[in-house]
């Protein structure tokens, strides 16, 4: 008997037992479908965090001067990048699309009349050149009053947190002390020219943005800054990528390194997968419960089926050929269902990452315009996706061998008389 | 005989199938249990440290000092914190009570400044609020009246100190004026709450109001309310007597954004138990409907020997139901015994989040809620039970003759 035949078998016992084809396909869409959607959920939940880092905060990757990294927390202006004309000039050669920052410690100074209360606020003021600047963060689709910093603008742009704190409003005076490259104080009078709400909450808490032309001239930065923000897809960046590009960049200056937001953002991350294992955890559990709902049809399938084998055996049919189409049938509803599911979580899953809950209605509502859209996401993830839809199909295979091997060892007369 | 030895026996008779049945309904039921009891562990860890650490469950503080917090209003402070405290905690209502001092430092080490955060506050009060010697990593506390601290293990490592070493902290003062203090480390801190381990350092409360010059003032006192207490309507009470001397009383409830956060977290968490219903719903379904389908050889054997459509499906439901029974509550058992062996010993996450080193803390406490542990079991039995009805009811309703015929 040749392959043909067994296919054929096979595909005969499939449509013969209908009903049963159909539910425990059913069983195994249900389980990989949930999966599925599951994993997307967490998935996207961990996105929207990353993505809130690096689109609004990090960058996916940051050129800094080698001795930056260590010292970051006080964010030095003298650890800089010197020449940041030639190393922008080398990305763009490279089709890579990059923007100069100088970030630093400030001391927000406001004054009664108009502020409401005189005080300080100490700050992370981040000095960005308005053209470059958009093409790497999204900065400026989040302005919630006021505009966004442009070329001759002289004006400050405050996180929404920041500027709810100190009760600001567009055109406001304030000062803003800072130490120079060399460290000398220095202060800069500025305007609040606009009031930027971010789905980063420290974003929207902690930073203020100006002109890199004011800071420069104020600062005595000479040309220099000490980060250049890198655009690219943070799914795609790599340890080689960043080590080759860090090799390139030393041809336009030496003593650089490239960060990768993973280590950029180490700490917020570390936040981000605090909830990860958690993730995990869920993310097993309910692979357990798909995975005895496919074996336990599948299981049952086979067992109640004792009598048939009997019978094929007793025609004339030997052990191998009778095992191997009960197991290629086994697999193809395996493959069946687990195709089904994944059709089923396509468009589902579509839903999720386009639309997603909204849960805006499960939380009580409080009196203040919050940039969370209180929405929750799923995301694709093609990997798990195709793995899982393997792994159904390899399990439901797998299941079926042992009460097969035991159907053909049973004598051909106890298998006709079990019930 | 009655229906319900007919299902008994026929459980019996068919062992295998049976326990097969029974044992997706115990996996599916054990699973549901410690699930959800992890994510009941998560939205109590998270409610627990908002209330403890990050907010407070009502915040006593000057009418004008959340408003003007960004510029460190020293001035606008509870004044004779100790009195307030002990009245407040007095109240029949409260639980817990306890005055705290907190206020932004610069650290000097070397030519590098970190920012930070001290915690000026009352061990002996905290103890009982936030249970802060219990996250005492190593070391002892500092001592009333002495220049000792204990700081965050990230804090520390940021600095590069520990133990027995000393650091220098700047800040401003109640009249502006600069002041720097040298504290001695006695412990480290394994904060509970991620942002504090890399920010804090807690020292003895009437040293914070010395070198900040507040005078046995408080900035603000933390209070937590007995159980059956509404923790925003406890406040509103307080508030006819605090606004008088210019405080306010503000419940956790009603400080939006910790709320809305706290709030959008939890609407996560439930659509997460869900899914899980969903999910253990369709094994369940799935299981039972194939059991009976499986049996109508059966059904029509029975149907031909008299048996009425209506016993039939009755005897079907006992069977799902028995077995389903049988198999949830066991299942129920075992998902109970997992999630309280790790609500004693805690389930340390940084197993499954993939070598990630972090500094704070990942061991989380199941928590098994009554309401979903019965929950799981019923939902399991019930579902089982009325799953048997649609095949059964069809077999019933053909002709013995066709049935028999496979």
């Not at chain 1, 502020?115 to 958009?134: F, K, L, N, Q, Y």
């Not at chain 2, 499986?294 to 439901?317: N, S, Y």
């Amino acid at each position: 008997m040749n392959a043909r035949f067994f296919l054929g078998l096979a595909f005969r016992n499939l449509t013969r037992h209908k009903r049963r084809t159909i539910l425990t396909a059913t069983s195994m869409a249900a389980g990989l479908a949930m999966f599925i959607l599951f994993d997307s959920l967490l998935t996207g939940l961990q996105n929207d965090g990353v993505r809130s880092m690096v689109w609004y905060d990090t960058g996916a990757l940051q050129v800094q001067n080698a001795a930056y990294w260590d010292e970051k927390d006080s964010m030095p202006l003298d650890k800089a990048i010197e020449r940041p004309d030639k190393v922008l000039a080398l990305l763009d050669s490279k089709a890579l699309k990059a923007a100069p920052r100088a970030v630093f410690q400030g001391e927000l100074v406001v004054n009664q009349d108009p502020w409401p209360e005189s005080g300080s606020a100490r700050v992370r003021v981040v000095a960005i050149d308005p053209t470059r600047d958009g093409q790497v963060f999204r900065l400026k689709d989040t302005v919630a009053e006021g505009k966004w910093l442009s070329e001759d603008s002289g004006g400050i742009v405050l996180g929404y947190q920041l500027a709810k704190d100190l009760g600001a409003k567009i055109g406001y005076p304030l000062t803003v002390v800072a130490r120079t490259k060399d460290g000398a104080y220095q202060t800069m009078d500025l305007r609040v020219s606009g009031i930027v709400n971010t789905p980063n909450a420290a974003v929207n808490r902690l930073n203020a943005y100006i002109s890199l032309e004011i800071a420069d001239e104020i600062l005595y930065l000479g040309g220099s800054v000490n980060q250049i923000v890198v655009a690219y897809d943070e799914d795609a960046v790599t340890d080689a990528f960043v080590s080759r590009l860090g090799s390139d960049l030393s041809q336009a200056e030496s003593g650089l390194s490239v960060l990768p937001w993973k280590t950029t953002g180490a700490d917020f991350l570390a936040f981000v997968q605090s909830r990860s294992g958690l993730s995990r955890v869920l993310l097993f559990i309910v692979f357990i419960i798909a995975a005895v709902g496919v074996s336990n049809t599948m299981l049952m399938t086979i067992l109640e089926r004792t009598r048939e084998m009997g019978m094929l055996r007793a025609q004339g049919m030997y052990d191998k050929e009778l095992t191997a189409s009960l197991q290629l049938e086994a697999a193809a509803i395996g493959l069946i269902g687990g195709v089904l599911g994944l059709v089923l979580s396509l468009p589902l899953n579509a839903f999720l990452v386009n639309t997603g809950f909204d849960l805006s209605w499960m939380i009580e509502k409080v009196g203040v315009d919050l940039p969370m859209a209180g929405r929750l996401r799923g995301a694709w993830h093609p990997r798990i996706m195709f793995t899982a839809v393997a792994a159904g199909a390899f399990l439901s295979f797998l299941v079926s061998v042992v009460p097969v091997r035991r159907a053909v060892k049973m004598s051909v007369v106890e298998a006709l008389r079990h019930n | 005989m009655k229906l319900s030895r007919i299902a008994a026996l026929n459980i019996r008779r068919n062992r295998r199938r049976s326990f097969l049945s029974a044992l997706a309904m115990l996996v599916v039921s054990a699973a549901l249990v410690f699930a959800f009891s992890l994510i009941e562990g998560m939205k109590a860890e998270m409610s627990r440290n908002v209330k403890e650490w990050s907010w407070g469950e009502i915040k006593i503080a000057h009418a004008q000092f959340e408003k003007n917090r960004l510029l460190n209003p020293l001035h606008l402070n509870v004044s004779d914190g100790a009195s307030l405290v002990s009245r407040i905690a007095a109240r029949p209502e409260t639980e817990a009570a306890t005055g705290r001092a907190i206020f932004s430092v610069m650290i000097q080490k070397g030519d590098r400044r970190y920012q930070a955060q001290g915690w000026g506050v009352d061990f002996a009060r905290e103890e009982s609020y936030s249970r802060l010697p219990k996250y005492l990593k190593v070391g002892r506390l500092p001592e009333a009246g002495q220049r000792e601290t204990v700081i965050g293990a990230g804090l520390a490592k940021k600095l590069g100190i520990g133990v027995g070493d000393k650091f220098t902290f700047m800040t401003m003062t109640k009249n502006r004026g600069m002041y720097g203090a040298t504290l001695k480390i006695t412990g480290l801190m394994d904060f509970p709450v991620a942002a504090l381990n890399s920010l804090a350092f807690v020292l003895p409360l009437d040293k914070a109001q010395s070198f900040l010059q507040l005078d046995g003032a408080v900035l603000e006192i933390v209070a937590k309310v007995k159980k059956g207490n509404d923790p925003a309507v406890v406040a509103g009470a307080w508030n006819a007597e605090l606004a008088p001397l210019g405080l306010s009383a503000t419940s956790w409830t009603e400080a939006s954004a910790v709320y809305y956060v706290m709030s959008f977290m939890t609407a996560i968490f439930n659509v997460i138990g869900a899914m899980f219903i969903l999910l253990g719903s369709t094994v369940v379904i799935n299981t039972t409907m194939m059991v009976v389908f499986e049996r109508r050889t059966e059904i029509g054997t029975l149907g031909a020997m008299g048996m009425r459509g209506d016993e039939l499906v009755r005897l079907f439901f006992l069977e799902a139901l028995f077995i389903a029974a049988i198999g949830a509550i066991a299942g129920t058992a075992i998902g109970c015994a997992v999630s309280s062996f790790f609500a004693r010993e805690g389930l340390d996450l940084t197993a499954f989040m993939g070598g990630i080193d972090v500094e704070f803390p990942t061991l989380l406490y199941p928590v098994l809620n009554a309401s979903s542990v019965l929950g799981s079991l019923v939902m399991t039995v019930i579902l089982s039970g009325l799953a048997s009805l649609l095949p059964s009811w069809s077999a019933a309703r053909i002709q013995p003759v066709d049935a028999l015929r496979v």
